[in-house]
């Protein structure tokens, strides 16, 4: 039970990561390689900021923005300056390479006794068990740090999941899906685009940072190279997330891609539990978000090409 | 009223590839009238409605909209005042989105992109009251992205988008010439319907003769990125397709002209 919660729980954390993407990826369809290193960002100010005292939740929001001001600083790069987008991606990456170890001062920073998000989640739940340091979740026993941690990024995540889709639906968030699909039409109805761009960006880095955050709290420490791959895997949710809801509506489009990053997080566990060297991980997860992308194309010519020999014969 | 003074562009300068698309166009579009823009490929009449549109940025020259100068304005800042149908039936909709949303935006083009849900109840029957009108039966299909419609249904779309808030000057840009000729012929109609009844100033690049004739009030024809033929008022109501066809002869004879001699004098001289 404990490793399926864990899956549960940094699944719950990435989901932020994967809706931040859906935005970039999806809905502006901007390649943003910024996300490697927001994603550390995040966890590197709520990291050093726990560590001198702040309050966790303080320090998360702060952590957040951070990640917006990452992310619309991509979207200037690509918008203001007319650098390529991949290109505008990988400069700010490598600049926040540095920040970041000049945020944290060195390449890890462990957060042992300090206080996290799920802190008062604890508190409460401790409280209403009686003073137990196990419950019972479907007749097995949890420890109570692990559960309230799952419960707080469970509300987080439908919290963010929730106002993400609120926004996506509003007159804004229209036009921002609509940068994505049709930057000339989107200009004739006197959008300005690149606005859009800098404002999506901006959300979706700032979702990044956030789950950022979360997991460094969540594993007990940030460290420089964290995030490295972590675009890799947020493509890899949403994909799975594709195949598991659709996209017939914003909702469903969302709802996938919290359950694609759960998902995903369990197949990691289990390939680890049977023997997967987590060095190998990353490979793994490339060779299937390749996979991932030319399979539809490869059914489709082999569908075309029985389907064409039948017409033949 | 448009005002467009000595407006030039060339594209890719000091190049093989340099293009004069325009030459010093000056033009006076008068409030509530309708002007067909013909002329042969490459004539620049299409980049006359993109410099007016804004798609990019006029070397030298001005623009004036009802007393508005707008030569340094931004496309999106442009489209506040300009409504749009382009030749690809598929430029002027989002096709991801569904019919809604795109009308959506549309119904709120140069207000504030406010916080606040953009398909209500309301809106939607707002939106379904209007689309009924183009009896395409495209009032059930609301929610459905609008790329799974036929190019002449999502034109007809563009079409009323563009002047959902009344616009002060339409511009078209072929936007029926890449439909079935049935399609073309409604798009056509609805076109004239619309601009009848709303009094809109319009501007629409053409190929179709027999279009420039039926549908507008003024004809300017245009060579080489130049206005060469004006045909107004009485003029206009005169002119038949044989007319138009014996201008564009007359052009290109002009043109034919024009490079055999440099031919002669380059064989005497260089």
Redesign the interface.
């Given at each position: 039970m404990g490793i399926v919660l864990s899956a549960f729980t940094i699944g719950l954390i990435l989901a932020a990561l994967t809706m931040g993407m859906l935005i970039s990826f999806r809905m502006l369809r901007f390649t943003d390689i910024t996300v490697d290193g927001s994603f550390t960002l995040g966890a590197a100010v709520a990291a050093v900021m726990i560590v001198n005292g702040w309050s966790p939740w303080l320090a998360t929001l702060i952590a957040t923005a951070t990640g917006l001001v990452a992310g619309s600083i991509t979207g200037l790069l690509y918008t203001r300056f007319k650098i390529q987008m991949i290109l505008s991606g990988i400069l700010m990456m490598t600049a926040l390479y540095s920040i970041n170890l000049r945020i944290m001062g060195r390449s890890n920073i462990p957060l042992l006794d300090t206080s996290s998000v799920s802190g008062s989640t604890e508190h409460i739940i401790s409280s209403l068990s009686g003073e137990l340091n196990r419950i019972n979740i479907l007749g097995w026993p949890v420890s109570i740090t692990d559960f309230s941690v799952f419960l707080t990024a469970l509300i987080i995540c439908v919290l963010a999941a929730i106002a993400l889709r609120?926004?996506l639906?509003?007159?804004?968030?229209?036009?921002l899906?609509?940068s994505g699909?049709?930057p000339?039409?989107?200009?004739?109805?006197?959008?300005?685009?690149n606005l859009m761009i800098v404002l999506g960006l901006s959300l979706s880095n700032g979702l990044v940072a956030l789950s950022g955050a979360l997991l460094a709290q969540y594993q007990g420490f940030a460290d420089v190279q964290m995030g490295i791959g972590m675009m890799v895997w947020g493509l890899a949710s949403i994909i799975i997330g594709e195949a598991l809801t659709g996209t017939r509506s914003i909702g469903l489009t969302i709802a996938g891609a919290v359950l694609g990053t759960i998902f995903f997080r369990l197949l990691i566990a289990i390939a680890l539990r049977w023997g997967l060297n987590p060095n190998d991980l990353k490979l793994v997860t490339a060779v299937f978000v390749f996979l991932a992308l030319v399979a539809p194309i490869w059914v489709k010519s082999l569908r075309k090409s029985i389907w064409g020999g039948l017409r033949n014969a | 009223m448009l005002k467009i003074k000595e407006l030039c562009k060339t594209f890719s300068p000091g190049t093989v590839n340099e293009v004069r698309a325009l030459r010093g166009v000056t033009l006076e579009i008068q409030e509530g009238s309708f002007t067909a823009v013909i002329g042969t490929n490459g004539s620049g009449k299409s980049t006359l409605l993109n410099a007016v549109a804004g798609s990019f940025e006029a070397d030298s020259g001005s623009m004036e909209l009802f007393g508005r100068i707008i030569t340094n304005w931004p496309e999106h800042k442009r489209a506040l005042l300009i409504g749009r149908v382009f030749q690809n039936p598929f430029a002027g909709t989002a096709a991801g989105m569904t019919i809604a949303e795109n009308i959506g935006m549309a119904m709120r083009r140069g207000q504030r992109w406010s916080l606040r849900t953009a398909i209500t109840k309301r809106v939607r029957e707002e939106i379904s009251d209007k689309v009924k009108t183009l009896k395409m039966g495209l009032e059930d299909r609301l929610d459905n992205p609008i790329g799974t419609l036929s190019g002449g249904q999502r034109q007809a779309l563009t079409l009323l988008m563009a002047t959902w808030l009344k616009p002060q000057l339409l511009l078209l840009d072929e936007h029926t010439a890449a439909l079935d000729p049935k399609t073309a012929a409604k798009v056509a109609e609805l076109t004239r319907e619309i601009i009848t009844r709303e009094k809109l100033t319009a501007m629409m690049v053409t190929h179709s003769m027999q279009q420039a004739v039926d549908l507008p009030d003024r004809i300017i024809m245009m060579h080489k990125g130049n206005i060469v033929e004006d045909y107004k008022d009485e003029m206009k109501a005169r002119a038949r397709v044989s007319d138009l066809i014996k201008a564009f002869e007359r052009v290109q004879k002009l043109d034919l002209f024009d490079s055999s001699v440099a031919e002669l004098l380059e064989q005497q001289y260089v």
């Open positions: 609120w926004f639906l509003t007159h804004l968030g229209t036009a899906r609509a699909n049709n000339q039409m989107v200009r004739a109805q006197g959008i300005n685009h | -």
